[in-house]
């Protein structure tokens, strides 16, 4: 093992010379990039004054801790006439300007004890203008409505800019003293856009049709058509779902394993499908975002709408035995709360579930208001994962489905409606209780309840009750939770598996009693009152927990006489339970009886009898569609809503006030009235309205950092005070104006107009300076040059080598992984390595488990999915060029490459390299990097096996671009290589053996010059 250590250190130190100049080889330092501040005009408070309160008080007079009854969160508690700590325009009748100031080390502020320095000169410079400017609030700079900037006039800017954008980004450049770069060679900028927007690299062919279509265009219009004619085949490719999916399905957490300890399998991938198809059509953003949220509150859904509320079934679902289901359906309500936050948002929201927030105006209650808005959907942490729906790939079929699925709805609405109708007027009478019994624990009665006194209920146990009245034509079963107090609840589930009727005469007789109807008040899980009467685990109750008292009617065939002597006897069947054995049994409840006949002809009627047909004959035709089982979001009824209450300090057994549903006051109107949000659609269509400008401002900030690889605002998750401020702020609002209402939100307008711009076709080359002082392209000085994904670079190498099969959507495959990285403790799922086409299938479609992610995608920065992941930060480590150098799969992509090459050029050796070269990197190599490839297949070629390093060897060097390689990593690579040959030759047979050309081929694939875009 420590060999295959050092043949990956000798072979990456070849690969970083070959690649160190392309990117100046300077080590880099941190650039401030903040742009105007208040020493150079007027003060901005969220700028200027927010940034100083946050870093030095809140840490005691915060969210949280409030020390004084002071806090510097909500700025009008602090400033008068509501606040006593700041008085506008007197720096004399300002606490906070006294004790900022004071010499006394007991009254100064920040308390040195604290451990926070001190205010500086300058911070309290601004604060003292501050006060004596009248001390003016404002709201954070995220949330302030949108105001798209004025664009300069600069007859520069406009010989420069192709797109408004540029204007911005010109004069930023000027202000820091810099200009732009100039426009990419065509090839550098083709690879670039091609990458961004479908996530593929051009062919030799493609790349060679573009380059001279430019060199052939007379005027620099008709070389615009050619740019803009390469952006609009792009966005119109198949391809560009998949390539921003990919983006996407991090934020959605997708797995295709249901995560947490067992982490089975679960068929989600009709979600990534619908994600594709979606981008591919350039649905708009606000539509995009009602259908994920929202599909199945929207009239009459589609079936694909339905399918788009996968979204938040991405949460996890915890199959281990013994867990308690109302806590990880809690958890699947938490994720889903912060997820939409950090999503749409980019705002820490789930801070606050257990107490005010630290540094933004949210406060504990107002958490679980918005958590109400996700509290009663159908899901609860089953294994069956329900509400689900069949996949379809037909489009009729998906039609005839919706229709069916409407029409059994509307079918049992109906017949609810009618026996809720029988119901209204009819009283009931308790029953005398005679005798309670069980096939285990112990039942009494209490008070005219029936209820558990001692032992355990096992699954599997019947409870007997005989009873009696005068007369009886149905009777009405409630259960009833142990405890009173709905602080308490939900209780632990409580489900009459089966009930059973039968009259028992003096000489213990028994006459079976049939039962003609069972009528709930109201339906709710994934069981039908009717499954009561049947002979299984389902039935009617509380499933998996009681959340309040329910009630159910049992009406018999007639009505029934009960002569002194005789009793009603119901025997009720304990069968449900859930994962770990944990019985579903009653534990407290009543009996009661109604002896109208009303009520037994009701349900004997042609009417009800034609209803209930009706409801059969749907329930039949929806029952023949077939497919893997899609987990949706569905909504509770308003009767079976789930309350909703404070945890204290974020605990969910602990329970307190009650909360109606709604968001944040921070996000109030400028009139002060706060947008009614009662329910997730409500919620979709406010997140995309004018009423909530950040989610513009978020979207197009997290497209930009796709295209730019920083975001204008670096803190793609955080746009609060603890996140950083945008470097471009009139950019930002300039983007996010026109995302909003210029484009109608359209991400296909929107890239379109960026990778036109001319900041976006900047040459990614520079002078080591510019990167010295803007490591990060934070200026925008030059062209965005990124490391590509985890995902980019598999599909990099299967498109080169002529592997890559295209074929769009369809379920998740295995492609070849190392032995023994999947260990299924808990069942007998295998990784079964892909054989056919589907091995070679682009990298969003390779299966995901959470607690084993493919280990090419972890280690290139992919997440692991457990939660919404609004991030990849990019790494370099030794790890990468382990997995690349060592996998069967990147020896696979360089055995076709060196096959292709060799089959095109034959015994030409310079072309061969050039083709591997110019498929890898979309360029051709320069006379240096031409002589260093060479020489590497020469030394590849030799048999020895000398590996120590000639001292004083002739560089190759161009003095151009500083390229260099000497005879020592040559010599290293050829050992190296040689190595990994015989190491994958033991581990995967004698198919993996590579040439010197293919080594050659997966040396460049493992090169920067490959790895970037």
Sequence with gaps: MVGSFQNIASIACWILLLTATFLGGQAVAQTDTRGQTAADGDIDFARDIQPIFSRACTKCHGGVKQSADLSFIDFR????????????????????????????????????EEGIPPLTAGEMDLIRRWILAGAPIEDHWSRRPLHPPTLPEDSAADLWSRDPLDRIVWMDLQAAGLTPRPDAPPAQWLRRVYFDLIGLPPTPQEIEQFVSAVARADRPAEVEREYAAVVDALLASEHFGERWAAMWLDLARYADSKGFEKDPHRDIWPYRDWLIRAFNRDMPYDQFTVEQLAGDLLPDPTYDQLVATAFHRNTQTNT???TDDEEFRVAAVIDRVNTTWTVWQATTFGCVQCHNHPYEPFENREYYQFL?????????????????????????????????????SAARDALDRADHAALEPLAWQPMKIHRVASTSGQLAAVDGEIRVVGGTVAVGSTYTVDLSAERVGAVRLQILPVSDDPAHWPEQGAVISQLQAAVIGPDDASTPVPIAAVIADYRTGPYEPEDALADNAAGFGGYPKLFRPRWVVFVFDQVLDLPQGNRLRLEIAQ???????LANNLRRFTVEANADPALVHAVASPARKALWGEYQRAKKALARFRGPALPIMQQRTAEAARETRTFVRGNFLERDEVVEPGIPAAFARPDGSIPPVRNRLELARWLCSQDNPLAARVWVNRIWNELFGIGIVETVEDFGPSGLPPTHPELLEHLAHAMSHDLGWSLKGFLRRVVLSSTYRQDARAAPELYQRDPDNRLLARGPRNRLSA?????QGLLASGLLTRKVGGPSVMPPQPEGVWLQVYSSDQWREEQGEDRYRRGVYTYWKRTSPYPEFITFDAPTRDVCSPRRIVTNTPLQALVTLNSRTYTEFARALAEQARATWGDDLPAA?????????????????????????????????????????????????????????????????????????????????????????????????????
Excluded at 575 to 581: D, E, N, P
Excluded at 791 to 795: K, L, P, Q, T
Excluded at 945 to 959: C, F, I, K, M, Q
């Design 913 to 1013: 390299v050039e083709e591997i070269f110019l498929r890898v990197t979309s360029r051709r190599p320069t006379d240096p990097e031409r002589r260093v490839l060479l020489r590497l297949y020469d030394a590849l070629q030799r048999n020895n096996t000398t590996r120590s390093a000639a001292a004083n060897v002739p560089t190759v060097a161009d003095t151009a671009t500083g390229d260099t390689a000497t005879d020592f990593e040559v010599a290293a690579a050829e050992n190296a290589t040689e190595n990994l040959e015989q190491a994958a030759g033991q581990e995967g047979g004698d198919g993996l053996m590579l040439d010197a050309l293919g080594r050659l081929a997966l040396t460049i694939l493992n090169t920067e010059w490959a790895l970037t875009r």
């Design 372 to 408: 109400h808005l996700f509290n009663s959907t159908e899901d609860c942490d089953q294994p069956d994962e329900f509400p689900t729906i069949p996949y379809l790939s037909a489009p009729d079929q998906q039609t005839e489905f919706m229709q069916a699925r409407q029409a059994m």
């Design 77 to 112: 508690r602090v400033v008068a006439p509501q606040g006593y700590a700041v008085e506008p325009g007197s720096l004399e009748d300002s606490l906070v300007w006294d004790r900022i100031t004071a010499e006394d080390p007991e009254d100064r502020m920040p308390p040195p």
């Design 320 to 322: 281990e035995g013994g």
């Design 791 to 795: 995902e980019m670079i598999r599909d």
């Design 575 to 581: 069968k449900a339970s859930v994962a770990g054995g």
